[in-house]
């Protein structure tokens, strides 16, 4: 069974720093890119990040590009997302997704992140 | 990168049909083979409905559909169900790996 544990959300003041993470189990990790989404309170949401199998190649949104690196551990079966920089408007839950709409699409729980003084 | 629109809500008794459209550009929607959309319960993670513009995940009901005419994408509901009050999100690939959302239409079963 595909599971994927979003994790290391939490409050964190504007220009600070924090790590989420994702542990996948189920399926071969380094088969699958992996996405990061985001869903600020009561809005909707924003795809932000992916990376490929093997990690070589990363893809992000305007919004993030250049705060944002998202990484992934194969060895652990892990995806990073490190944000950098943060703003009040990074305040979300932050999903992370496995074969982003596709026809085995699978998202995480989710895990909240609020920037505030 | 693009922005795509769709109604802010739609609603329909039950056993009604709605249609939810997502309209973009040629950027976006009228020249991506992969729209998508996304059925979301509050306080629940979203859940992919249609894929590749009409393909149905397996398991979803049959009286979900997708289409695409132009710039424009939709999701028709047909035969409307109680358990069908979320929000739906289209989301349209937009080239080097960028997808982007639309803002979301709340379905309201009356």
């Known amino acids: 069974e595909v599971q994927l544990l979003d994790s290391g959300g939490g409050l964190v003041q504007p220009g600070g720093s924090l790590r989420l993470s994702c542990a996948a189990s189920?399926?071969?990790?380094?088969?699958?890119?992996m996405n990061w989404v985001r869903q600020a309170p009561g809005k909707g949401l924003e795809w932000i990040s992916a990376?490929?199998?093997?990690?070589?190649?990363?893809y992000y949104a305007d919004s993030v590009k250049g705060r944002f690196t998202i990484s992934r551990d194969n060895s652990k079966n892990t995806l990073y997302l490190q944000m950098n920089s943060l703003r009040a408007e990074d305040t979300a839950v932050y999903y992370c997704?496995?074969?982003?709409?596709?026809?085995?699409?699978?998202w995480g729980q989710g895990t909240l992140v609020t920037v505030s003084s | 990168q693009s922005a795509l629109t769709q109604p802010r809500s739609v609603s329909g008794s039950p056993g009604q049909s709605v249609t939810i459209s997502c309209t973009g550009t040629?950027?976006?929607?009228?020249?991506?083979?992969?729209v998508s959309w996304y059925q979301q319960h509050p306080g629940k993670a979203p859940k992919l409905m249609i894929y590749?513009?009409?393909k149905r995940l397996s398991g979803v009901p049959d009286r979900f559909s997708g289409s695409k005419s132009g710039n424009t994408a939709s999701l028709t509901i047909s035969g409307l169900q109680a358990e069908d009050e979320a929000d739906y999100y289209c989301?349209?690939?937009?080239?080097?790996?960028?997808?982007?959302f639309g803002p979301g239409t709340k379905v309201t079963v009356l």
């Open positions: 040629s950027s976006d929607v009228g020249g991506s083979d992969y």
């Open positions: 590749d513009v009409s």
């Open positions: 997704a496995k074969s982003f709409s596709r026809s085995d699409d699978y």
């Open positions: 989301c349209s690939y937009v080239g080097s790996y960028i997808y982007v």
């Open positions: 189920g399926f071969t990790f380094n088969n699958y890119a």
């Open positions: 990376i490929s199998g093997s990690g070589g190649t990363t």
